[in-house]
């Protein structure tokens, strides 16, 4: 119960900071720029650093590898998974009006190491990564009053795919449970930002997204997680070259 309610309580927070952003755009006066700038016209490309923060659960640090039936111990795993993860994204967006973007990003976060040994110890060291591949809807809302800031809501859902790969290892034998493990899920996305002009074609990019994740990997299930993000983008016209 108390984790639904923590939930519950991450999705009000969230829901309320987008409506507030969307009681802006209505209360502002949307009234289109004579010239309407790069940030209103073109496409965009670009990449975002930041954290990734997990809100799901955090696998036990250790435990043991459980086969057969009758189950019998097979062996014992350890983990360093982190709270906190630094993220890296690439995106590009598809300028479908003035006040529209479809985007288009693929991420990575390193969770942290899995280590897998058995009996006789022999052992395996990987980490455990996640690739968002997401598609996503922007809609800007008018600018600040008295700013060259962009605001957006962004929503829109994809793959995650989640990976703990095997890096080192002091066995030569291969055992098919202690293999790399994959899991995937198709989910939605929920987040925000606001875009910031630096010179020309360039800006800044500040983006805040919520990403439910549930996929069965290191014992746990859940890697729901919020993306906090600085990128630099490109604005461009495939039309005219510039």
């Known amino acids: 119960m108390r984790m639904i309610l923590l939930k519950s309580s991450k999705l009000l927070v969230i829901g309320v900071a987008l409506l507030i952003i969307a009681a802006g755009q209505v209360l502002a006066t949307d009234k289109e720029s004579p010239q309407p700038d790069l940030f209103q016209t073109r496409h965009q490309a670009g990449i975002r650093i930041g954290v990734w923060s997990n809100q799901g659960d955090l696998p036990p640090s250790a435990g043991d590898i459980v086969d057969g039936d009758p189950p019998v111990i097979t062996g014992s795993f350890k983990t360093n998974i982190h709270s906190s993860s630094a993220y890296v994204e690439a995106y590009f967006g598809y300028r479908l009006s003035s006040r529209l973007i479809g985007e288009v990003s693929l991420g990575s976060v390193n969770r942290g190491s899995v280590t897998l040994s058995d009996a006789a110890g022999a052992s395996d060291v990987g980490n455990l990564i996640i690739y968002p591949i997401l598609v996503q809807l922007k809609l800007y809302t008018p600018t600040l009053p008295g700013t060259r800031l962009y605001p957006y809501l962004m929503a829109g859902g ?7 790969n095997v890096q080192f290892t002091n066995s030569q034998i291969s055992y098919a449970n202690w293999q790399e493990e994959t899991a995937t899920d198709f989910n939605y996305v929920l987040g925000g930002g ?15 997204k919520y990403m439910p994740i549930n996929m069965s990997l290191v014992v746990i ?22």
């Open 194 to 208: 606001f875009d910031w002009p630096i010179a020309g074609s360039v800006g800044l990019d500040f983006t805040v």
């Open 158 to 164: 994809g793959l995650h795919y989640g990976r703990r």
């Open 221 to 242: 299930d859940e890697y729901d997680a919020l993306a906090f993000t600085v990128g630099v983008k490109y604005l461009y016209s495939p039309k005219n070259g510039n």
